[in-house]
């Protein structure tokens, strides 16, 4: 890997985007190494959390790298769409944005299409695409209404507003807000507090989430979820075993993660 980091410690793996000089925007190559990252976080079983932030103190990613597009030409995005993670709809174990600084146009793309954002006060965030007569279409559009609501969305969106981490605190796209020196313990904290579930009840718990939005309402979503592969992976794991019988026997539950 030339441009990201990958680091892995137990069942937690953080991908750094390691272009800091640039405020770590994304080159074509980079799009590359982030999809085999986070298809090796994936498809690898022992690994329940990934974290993704961004290399140094001025920036999480200020999105896509305009000058090296401009001068290679390329503009084909791997499998899983840009950064190798806004189309990666069929991934059921959680992912953290950890935001160092500033989170700009696919930047925030990808921190809205992980699950968690947790964000330092130095934090800003924004889809600036209009103003370089581009569109953001790396999902930020959809996800931000969806996940703020139509008006709030709107005026960030048609004003090309940077908003700050306690705002988007507020406006609830932000999980928490800390110091700059807490994030990495803010959000080891996060990744902890998630490891003491069952892996399969943590993905099917993501799952029956994002898929249960895409149904006519909470009935379909209610009768539809037996059939989700999370869901049915879970159902037939020891893990769903395990948890019962811990209980039982009053002792705290071994994971499986199968």
Known sequence: MQFITVATEGPVTTITL???EVMNAINHAMHHELQAA?????????LHVCVVTGAGERAFC???????????????YPKSGYAGLIERFDCPKPIIAAVNGLALGGGFEVALACDIIIAN??????????????????????????QIGLKQ???MILTSSRMSAAEGLRLGFVNEVVPAADLSAATARWSAEILRASPMSIRASKECVRLGLAEADVEAAMKNQPH???????????????????????????WKGR
């Open 153 to 155: 969305a709107m005026g």
């Open 62 to 76: 200020a999105g896509s790298d305009l000058k090296a597009a401009v001068a290679d030409g390329h503009r084909d």
């Open 18 to 20: 390691n272009r800091p």
């Open 228 to 254: 989700y592969p999370a869901f049915q992976a879970w159902a037939a794991s020891e893990d769903a075993k395990e948890g019962p019988r811990a209980f039982a026997e009053k002792r705290t539950p071994v």
């Open 121 to 146: 006060e130095t934090a800003s965030f924004g889809l600036p695409e209009p103003l370089v007569g581009a569109v953001a279409l790396g999902g930020g559009l959809h996800r931000l209404a969806r």
């Open 38 to 46: 986070f298809d090796g976080f994936a498809a690898d079983d022992s």
